[in-house]
């Protein structure tokens, strides 16, 4: 399976964005991850292919992960974005079993 992410940009703090990512075949548990300039590869939300969420604690109430199994598609919706949530965001399975794409870069100015 082949994931591309996409939907970031440069966005002032308080605003949104959405971000997709389209995978090249059926896919089960999703999951987006983020990784800051020096820093790890952090996962951010997952969803099970029924739906069922969950999110780390930093975007917990600003972020929802949502998807279309009909599009293989996940999604994230992010609102209230901070400076802090600026990173290159990658969507993967949970457990890292795709290859990684190249990333979708969310900035966020102050």
């Known amino acids: 399976v082949q994931l591309q992410a996409s939907g970031g940009g440069l966005v002032q703090a308080g605003e949104s964005l959405r971000l997709s990512c389209a995978a090249s075949?059926?896919?089960?548990?999703m999951a987006w991850f983020r990784q800051a300039p020096g820093k790890q590869r952090d996962v951010v939300a997952t969803i099970t292919r029924s739906g069922s969420a969950t999110y780390a604690d930093a975007v917990k109430g600003r972020f929802t992960i949502s998807r279309d199994n009909s599009k293989n598609t996940v999604y994230l919706q992010m609102n209230s974005l901070k400076p802090e949530d600026t990173a290159v965001y990658y969507c993967?399975?949970?457990?890292?079993?795709?290859?990684w794409g190249q990333g979708t870069l969310v900035t966020v100015s102050s």
């Open positions: 993967n399975s949970p457990f890292r079993s795709y290859s």
């Open positions: 075949g059926s896919v089960f548990s």
